[in-house]
Each structure stands twice: as structure tokens, then as C-alpha cells.
């Protein structure tokens, strides 16, 4: 999966030196670019999927230094772009992974992703090593101390109760104090796929598509939300028998 990045640079020619050298490097996808770190402050939210965010330091109303501070937790990785080397110790304060100087040459720049590349390569695989050995998992239910085991081969979908979740199984309905966004990342690394804003279905359980429809094995039918419609049928395609004989 490439990494989502995000630039900004109050320097137009500064941003299209970075979306060029993103677009060379394999493993990146600009997603998005300001030249205000005021768009920014505004236009960065922790629902984007930002996983580095490019930041110069030296810009009008907010500094670099500044904006890192209030979008920090919002992304993943975190580099600095600039042509002043006295920064960096404020830089590293706020948690930065790599500080670049300018002016930034193809060279610098992969070298410096390169590092982040391969620690995301490694944590993914600790992750996926970790979370593929689980074959279960617990919820709370609806006292202190009461607990529900769920095996994950029984689960046929999870739907969204604004702060709970409903969790269905091939027997029974669970209802827990979670968000979708929680479960959904709990399960990243299991057979299990996002239709719509309110429901996600173990792949398993899905009996029949039919246009923007899932018919799911219980019979139930959930549509397919716009912004899913890329990534569930990309899965559909992967999965789908295909003929060689030609027509």
C-alpha cells in the first residue's frame, strides 16, 4: 500500500519539487497540497488517511513549527522542508521523522524516505504477523465486568450505531460501546471489507452482488456507499473467474 502525503510550502516551486520526487519514488501518493498553512490548519483532518505530511518552517501567519504542533496526531510521519538548519532541535521537539534542507535534490529526498519506507514495511509485517493470529476477540457488554467472546469466522457483518457498534454473528447480535473507525482497524488484517458508512461485512458471508446491492448469506441486503464502490469492487475483480477462451 503507498503512503498518502500531503505537502505544504507557501513556495510554489517548492511544492512542485516535492509532487515531483513523490511521484519518482515507488511506495508514495501525494494526496494533497497546500501553499497557506492556514488552508492547511483547516484542510487537514485525521479522516484524510495522511500518512506524511511535508511541511516547510518559514511561512506567513503560522509557522511550519506551529502547524506541526496542531496536526501532529493527525498523521503518521512527519518531515520537515526547509532552508534553515537552526530549526531542527524545535523540529525534533515535535516529533519530525526526517528534517530535509533545502534546496532538496532527488538523491536527499530518497535516501530520507527510504528509512521511513522500510520502518513502515517493518511495523506492517510485525502487524500483520500479530494480528493474524487472532482468531477471536472480546467486547464488553453491558455491565463492568461482563465480556462476550466473538469468533471472527462468525461474524457475517458490523454496523454502526453512531457511539456503538452491533456486531452480527451467524446466531446472535452483539452490541458494544465502539466505533466503526476502532473495529474496522481492529480487523484491518482479516477478511473483511467496508461497503458503506454504516457497515462492514466479512467477505465470507457475502452471497450475491447485484449492481450497488450485497446480499448477504442471512439474506440481508446493504448498499454499496459511493466512496467504497472503488475498493470493494477492486476486491470482486481479484476474486473473479475469468474465462481465457475468446469470444
Known amino acids: 500500500m503507498d503512503l498518502n502525503c500531503v505537502v505544504v510550502d507557501d513556495e510554489e516551486h517548492a511544492i512542485e519539487v516535492l509532487a515531483d520526487h513523490i511521484a519518482e519514488m515507488p511506495g508514495l501518493t501525494l494526496l494533497k497540497t497546500f501553499n497557506s498553512p492556514i488552508q492547511a490548519l483547516a484542510g487537514i483532518s485525521e479522516d484524510d488517511g495522511i500518512d506524511l505530511l511535508f511541511l516547510d518552517i518559514d511561512m506567513p501567519g503560522i509557522s511550519g513549527l506551529e502547524l506541526a504542533k496542531a496536526v501532529r496526531e493527525k498523521v503518521k510521519y512527519l518531515v520537515f522542508t526547509t532552508a534553515h538548519p537552526d530549526y531542527a532541535l524545535q523540529a525534533f521537539e515535535v516529533q519530525t521523522d526526517q528534517y530535509l534542507l533545502k534546496p532538496i535534490s532527488f538523491a536527499k529526498f530518497a535516501l530520507a524516505l527510504d528509512r521511513i519506507l522500510k520502518k513502515e514495511a517493518a511495523q506492517e509485517k510485525k502487524s500483520e504477523s500479530k494480528e493474524l493470529k487472532i482468531s477471536e476477540i472480546f467486547i464488553k457488554g453491558d455491565h463492568k465486568h ?95 473467474l475469468k474465462s481465457n477462451r475468446s469470444t
Open 146 to 240: 461482563a465480556f462476550s467472546n466473538i469468533s471472527l469466522d462468525s461474524i457475517l457483518y458490523i454496523k454502526s450505531l453512531t457511539n456503538y457498534i452491533q456486531i452480527f454473528t451467524q446466531t446472535e447480535a452483539h452490541t458494544t460501546y465502539l466505533t466503526l473507525k476502532e473495529i474496522e482497524k481492529a480487523l484491518e488484517h482479516h477478511p473483511f471489507i467496508r461497503v458503506n458508512k454504516s457497515n462492514i461485512v466479512a467477505k465470507s458471508a457475502i452471497k450475491k452482488v447485484d449492481g450497488n446491492m450485497v446480499r448477504l448469506v442471512n439474506n440481508e441486503m446493504l448498499q454499496i456507499g459511493e466512496p467504497y464502490k472503488d475498493s470493494f469492487f477492486e476486491y470482486v475483480q481479484k476474486s473473479l
